[in-house]
């Protein structure tokens, strides 16, 4: 089980495929309303009645209503939807392994290209960063081309920066109509534990390779940390590797259920397949 070779961005091939995704997308913009926590703020505009059910504001109901007809109606309010997509990229050293860091830059090219078709701002940043590093922003796709370049060439990075040092610069901004998709493999603890930091709404991408899921060793191996970059020997049996899966298990267990308890849309991947954009722009509200 060997993922596939990594997208050239520059290449017909790709174009091809964001073309084709662009359009899907398109047709799925907003032709049907979502969740509120996913589309945006709401507003004080209001736009219809529905039939109440178990768990709604009991503020919302029209008691008026109730006491003439004997029918519970709520409410319902437009809502301003999300104008800015926020796209942050792990570089820590893991991300290299296994063409993870190729094809999360596949995906932020595709979310970028994509977004910039359905809203009226996308900006970019990579973490760990220099500080004082810019949002890479874009309201069309005019230069898309030369973001391709930059972002193809960007390189993975050993020395970590702490996650909050990173998202300082997001805090400055107006939080109320932007979503943040977060891409890693959220090996690094401090990474999945700081998501809650987001105020607004927070979309965490975690890439998992097919190698990391199903290993293929046995015998007597060495491995490298490519964080620390320190060696383990160690003899590979049938034992190790159910323990080591048990351990994958449970690290990917604790991931999700922190962005549940903090509100935060989650996705999983092992597959480096593109159309994973479109679930990730359903999450953070761009598209049905």
């Known amino acids: 089980m060997v993922n596939p070779k990594p997208y050239q961005l520059d290449s017909p091939e790709f174009a091809k495929q964001l073309n084709i995704l662009c ?32 768990g709604d504001d009991l503020r919302r109901v029209d008691w008026n209503i109730f006491q003439r007809l004997q029918e519970i109606v ?19 050293a893991s991300m290299d392994s ?43 796709n005019h230069n898309i081309l030369q973001f391709f370049h930059r972002l193809q ?22 939080s109320a109509n932007i979503n943040t998709v977060v891409i890693s493999d959220f090996y690094t603890k401090e990474y999945f534990r700081s998501l809650r930091l987001f105020r607004g ?10 190698e990391e899921f199903y ?35 449970n690290h990917l267990s604790q991931v999700k259920s922190h962005c549940l308890q903090h509100k935060i849309n989650y996705l999983l991947t092992k597959n480096y397949d593109l159309t994973l954009v479109l679930n990730i722009l359903q999450l953070a509200g761009f598209i049905r």
């Open 215 to 249: 290993p293929q060793m046995n015998g007597s191996v060495c491995l490298k940390d490519v964080e620390n970059k320190i060696q383990h020997s160690l003899f590979v049996d049938k034992k190790r590797l159910e323990i080591y899966q048990k351990n994958l298990n």
């Open 74 to 92: 709520v409410k319902e309010y437009e809502i301003d939807p999300p104008k800015h997509l926020v796209i942050a990229l792990d570089v820590s």
């Open 153 to 174: 060439n960007i390189s993975s990075k050993e020395t970590l920066v702490s996650f909050e040092e990173c998202f300082s610069q997001l805090r400055l901004l107006n």
């Open 201 to 210: 709404v927070c979309t965490a991408v975690q890439i998992v390779s097919k």
């Open 23 to 54: 359009l899907k997308a398109k047709k799925r913009k907003k032709q049907q309303k979502l969740p509120i926590n996913w589309q945006g703020k709401e507003t004080f505009e209001f736009e219809e009645y529905r039939k109440y059910n178990p």
């Open 98 to 140: 296994f063409n993870k860091l190729a094809f999360a830059k596949a995906v932020v090219a595709a979310l970028t290209y994509i977004g910039t078709a359905l809203i009226d701002k996308v900006s970019f940043f990579c973490f760990p960063y220099e500080k004082n590093t810019p949002l890479q922003s874009f309201s069309t």
